[in-house]
């Protein structure tokens, strides 16, 4: 014993005088990082928005051609982060109809992941109509500027979607504006919008219904709008107008366009539907007349400064980068180079499934400059988008953790290097890792750190080399790196690995500053703020429309009833989508279908005509809403589901903190026997839900090294999962002199209760552990108390405590180190622990003393603990130490001097109360289950069937290694009452907590969500 602790000590030596390992005394901020980067990189509600969104406009766009919208980037590969003052980008990728052969693709010589498009090198029908640079290649600003020749239906929709705008709630100033990006464009969304200026000014006047029903008038008056095509777009504003919500704060589609959609429905405007007379409006004067005439006192900025940036300040922003792309027809020749090098290769990563998959996905080019000798007007880049989503899709929850690390790093410690050694660098150098890295390396947080600086150092040996070749073709990624950039990233990225969680810590402690944040946006785009809001008539928002639907009159052939079908078959794919229900299956959602696509359809001769129609549309989809209500509350389920359940279920620091304790327990009682405690249940399941108010409990299985031969178990006749254990059924010497039952049987109790016959060590800390106490914290009172559950026992801790009745008291009193010494010295007297035990003890006490914290409130050991470590050391106990004179103290007045004679007064009840219940108030709650286990030795005969059926069976889970990884997992015999004729003294039931672990671990992100619902609907 002397020489564990004489270990113990060196090991503090070595930490605390030579701080050789810091990232052990960082070691709870380095798990406590890692589940803030999970919680920022958990799916969002808005999430799957944008992914509907998408799939919506994909649906429309599909009627006219084949151009496309997809969510793409860290969105979709769940590598996202959002902090509290920034919540990323997401990034879409608009997808041209123009496919783009791969023969035609010439490769740069220094950087062969750029490209140059040469129309020349085959017959292509839709490219050989497009502007071209130098006789023969394509015009890459056709893609970057979504020009109407390569974009015939996107480009409207884009148009109205990033349109500047300037909104106002209760406590903020939220804009929109547009930034070009590399490659694309960005729409940035500001919430605290102010000028750095104070002086700049915003005018924002309010929508005059009459003036843009003027503008309308005009715009159209020159328009090559048909009339079928406007007969449309009336009868979409009146379909609107009825679905107005009362607080148009709720809609963005109202807040932007509330103003024009009135107007479109506004009666005077027959003449406008029914025939135009052209030149009857000047252009000009109806474009005009409600723009002020004083620029300056709206804030127009003067010619020539439309590409200057301005300094906003902000409190929290967002963003949306719109990428054009061209599709790569064809398969790229580096794929089958990247495939063969993976396949002949022994690497851990990726899977030949995954390989397969990216190999026949989709490619892209892009409209981006080349990092070495650019030529804007015809540089494209390839895009592996599609692969990058793959290959995502494949990381283990470790590895994704990693990778978060990555980007936490190059956000914070490297942000000043983060324009030229971006996260797309930092990803490639992963993939890389990750072929030479075992999953098991990930399992567990040093195992995660220590992947982490396999990352960092490839990256450095790439920097060294300035080589970082790109993971699909041979083609260096960082070949724009100057050498004196490269030793001074390489000097950071040192540093890193030298203390990873103190750089970390520049990430993490960024959050901290509640000012205004700093940006800087073109000042183009506040000019056209200015005047889009300052402009009553709404000039901008009624072009924007107006150019879309010309656009889609084109695109439908001037057939309106195209484009009728393609917003009614859109509504269904969103019903769809949105409720998991397929309209045209259903004879009544096809009918509401069929009315809404006559409505529009219809050139309506009477406003009374089209009102009656409106009611039907109406009294249908109140209909549906009434037989359906999943469908109107299907946002709030999604909200539930992604968002609070999500959050409720989240893994914690103080679950880490859990199994740690479990795991040092273990390992010391491994010196006595084989003694175990382990954490399982819901925690370690992922399907543990935490309130606001109430936290859950741990569940902790307190393992007996008493085994339990399977053929001692006598199944319940009622319930077989219930059994008594025979004792006289097996020669067994650790049964033999235990309690037993009706002769045979062993007795229940043993386990209940932590009997020191089966728990020789646990017991003894058990009971330390699970002592009642009562603290103090600035705010509350906390109490711990113990309940009696089955199985086993609970430590219940309340926060907030108070009794119900107000006239009962709790007397806390300080504690008397003297007293303390007295009560130490009288139960040494009496004790048989020998004279080495007592001098470890000492010493214990003295090295406890020495790491006492300056404040104690951090420290529960101390808060619990600290007057009895401070009394153990007293020099006055020296005769404890050096040897014990029997009968120098009395017992009884050694006990009991301290005690108040009053019993009331200090809060002692009375005998007889202990087994009486006291209602009590709290503000919140936790708990912790210990339950008591023996484990089972040998097979059990179910586990032998319940195998066969699943191996003979075409279930879809769980899968064969799930099947044989539960087959040889430990089970146990806990004790507790059988459901039909209980019997308390011989009941146990068996537990097979291993095999729900695995099979919870088998368990998708979907299926989680499912349980933690069904827990939900309990405690609901």
């Not at 808005?46 to 151009?67: K, L, M, P, V």
């Not at 148009?159 to 940035?188: C, W, Y």
């Not at 104070?198 to 009459?210: L, M, N, P, S």
């Amino acid at each position: 014993m002397r020489l564990l602790f004489g270990d113990i000590l060196s090991v503090f030596f070595l930490v605390q005088v030579l701080g050789v390992m810091p990232f052990i005394v960082d070691h709870d901020k380095a798990k406590h990082y890692i589940e803030v980067l999970r919680e920022q990189s958990r799916v969002v509600k808005n999430d799957w928005r944008q992914h509907n969104y998408c799939t919506f406009i994909s649906s429309f766009a599909s009627h006219f051609g084949n151009e496309r919208c997809m969510v793409v980037g860290s969105t979709t590969e769940r590598t996202r982060l959002r902090s509290r003052r920034d919540q990323g980008d997401y990034d879409y990728l608009i997808i041209s109809d123009v496919a783009i052969p791969v023969e035609t693709l010439e490769y740069s010589k220094d950087v062969p992941c750029f490209v140059h498009i040469n129309v020349d090198k085959t017959p292509s029908a839709q490219l050989s109509n497009l502007s071209v640079v130098d006789g023969k290649y394509l015009n890459a600003s056709l893609l970057k500027n979504f020009d109407d020749s390569v974009f015939k239906i996107l480009r409207g929709i884009y148009d109205v979607i990033t349109m500047p705008s300037l909104t106002r709630s209760d406590d903020f100033i939220h804009i929109k504006v547009n930034k070009e990006v590399k490659p694309g464009h960005n729409q940035a969304h500001f919430t605290g919008f102010e000028y750095l200026g104070k002086e700049q000014g915003y005018i924002q006047v309010e929508a005059d219904i009459k003036a843009i029903t003027k503008q309308f008038r005009c715009l159209l008056d020159v328009s090559d709008i048909s009339r079928d095509m406007i007969s449309v777009m009336r009868n979409i504003f009146f379909l609107l107008e009825e679905l107005r919500p009362e607080n148009i704060q709720n809609s963005l589609t109202f807040q932007t366009f509330g103003a024009l959609i009135e107007a479109g429905t506004d009666e005077t405007l027959t003449w406008l539907y029914d025939g135009r007379s052209k030149g009857s409006c000047d252009k000009e004067s109806c474009n005009n007349d409600q723009i002020p005439e004083d620029p300056k006192a709206e804030g127009n900025s003067s010619p020539g400064t439309t590409k200057e940036l301005v300094t906003i300040l902000f409190d929290f922003k967002s963003g949306r980068d719109f990428i054009p792309a061209f599709p790569i027809k064809g398969i790229l020749p580096c794929l089958d180079e990247w495939r063969s090098r993976l396949m002949e290769s022994k690497s851990f990563w990726p899977s030949r499934e995954a390989i397969d998959r990216i190999y026949e996905s989709e490619y892209y080019v892009i409209a981006k400059p080349a990092i070495v000798n650019p030529d804007v007007r015809k540089d494209f880049c390839i895009g592996f988008n599609n692969a990058e989503m793959i290959l995502s899709s494949t990381f283990s929850d470790g590895q994704r953790l990693c990778f978060l690390l990555l980007k936490s790093l190059q956000k914070g410690y490297l942000k000043e290097f983060s324009e030229r050694l971006t996260s797309y660098h930092w990803k490639t150098a992963f993939y890389y890792t990750l072929e030479t890295t075992e999953l098991e390396m990930f399992a567990s947080h040093s195992g995660i750190f220590n992947a982490l600086e396999k990352v960092l150092s490839f990256m450095v040996t790439c920097l060294e080399q300035r080589f970082l070749r790109h993971y699909f073709i041979n083609s260096n990624l960082i070949a724009h790196l100057l050498e004196e950039e490269c030793r001074q990233i390489i000097s950071s990225i040192q540093a890193i690995i030298s203390d990873p969680v103190k750089a970390l810590d520049v990430y993490f402690f960024q959050e901290k500053d509640d000012g205004k944040l700093v940006d800087q946006i073109p000042n183009d785009q506040i000019e056209d703020l200015k005047h889009q809001e300052g402009d009553s008539s709404r000039k901008t928002h009624a072009e924007a429309i107006l150019s879309l639907v010309s656009r889609l009159q084109i695109g439908a052939g001037n057939d309106s009833s195209k484009f009728v079908a393609a917003i009614v078959d859109t509504l269904a794919v969103a019903v769809k989508t949105e409720a998991n229900f397929d309209c045209y299956a259903n004879e009544f959602c096809t009918g509401i279908l069929k009315i809404i696509g006559d409505y529009l359809n219809t050139n309506f001769r009477t406003a009374e005509d089209r009102k009656r129609k409106l009611e039907c549309i109406s009294f249908g989809a109140g209909t549906w809403t009434a037989v359906m209500p999943f469908i109107v509350d299907h946002d709030k389920a999604k909200h539930y589901i992604l968002e609070v359940l999500r959050e409720q279920s989240c893994v914690v620091k103080n679950d880490w903190r859990q199994y740690n304790y479990c795991q040092f327990i273990s390992s010391f009682a491994s010196h006595f026997g084989n003694e175990r405690c382990m954490v399982v249940g819901s925690t370690t399941e992922r399907t543990r839900l935490r309130s606001r108010r109430d936290q859950g409990d741990y569940d902790y299985l307190i393992i007996s090294d008493v085994a339990i031969p399977v053929e001692t178990l006598e199944y319940s006749k009622d319930v077989p999962c219930f059994v008594h254990i025979n004792g006289n059924k097996t020669h067994n010497t650790q049964l033999s002199n235990l309690s037993v039952v009706d002769g045979k049987y062993l007795n229940a109790s043993l386990l209940k209760y932590f009997d020191d016959s089966v728990f020789k060590i646990i017991r003894g800390i058990y009971d330390v552990i699970t002592m009642p106490s009562l603290r103090r914290s600035k705010d509350y009172i906390h109490i711990k108390v113990n309940k009696e559950v089955k199985p086993g026992d609970n430590q219940a801790r309340f926060s907030g405590f108070e009794y119900l009745d107000k006239d009962q008291r709790y007397i806390q009193v300080e504690a008397d180190i003297k007293a303390i010494t007295k009560q130490l010295k009288s139960l040494f007297a009496e004790s048989d622990i020998s004279k080495d035990m007592i001098s470890v003890m000492s010493n214990i006490f003295f090295l406890l003393e020495e790491l006492r914290p300056e404040n104690i409130q951090n420290s529960l050991t101390f808060q619990t603990f600290g007057a009895l470590i401070e009394a153990g050391m007293d020099k006055t106990l020296t005769s404890l130490y050096e040897g014990r004179s029997k009968g120098s103290c009395d017992k009884e007045s050694c006990n009991n001097d301290q005690i108040t004679k009053d019993p009331k007064t200090e809060g002692n009840s009375s005998p007889g109360t202990t087994k009486e219940l006291v209602t009590i108030l709290f503000d919140y709650k936790s708990g912790r289950d210990f339950i008591p286990a023996f484990p089972i030795k040998g097979a059990l005969p179910c586990l032998v069937e319940w195998r066969s059926r699943l191996m003979e069976s075409k279930s879809f889970w769980p899968s064969r290694e799930a099947i044989d990884r539960i087959y040889e997992s430990e089970c146990y015999v806990i004790a507790k009452p059988a459901i039909v004729n209980p019997d308390v003294r011989k009941d146990f039931c068996i537990g097979f907590n291993n095999a729900e672990m695995i099979l919870s671990s088998t368990f998708s992100d979907g299926q989680r969500q499912r349980q933690r619902q069904r827990v939900f609907r309990t405690i609901d």
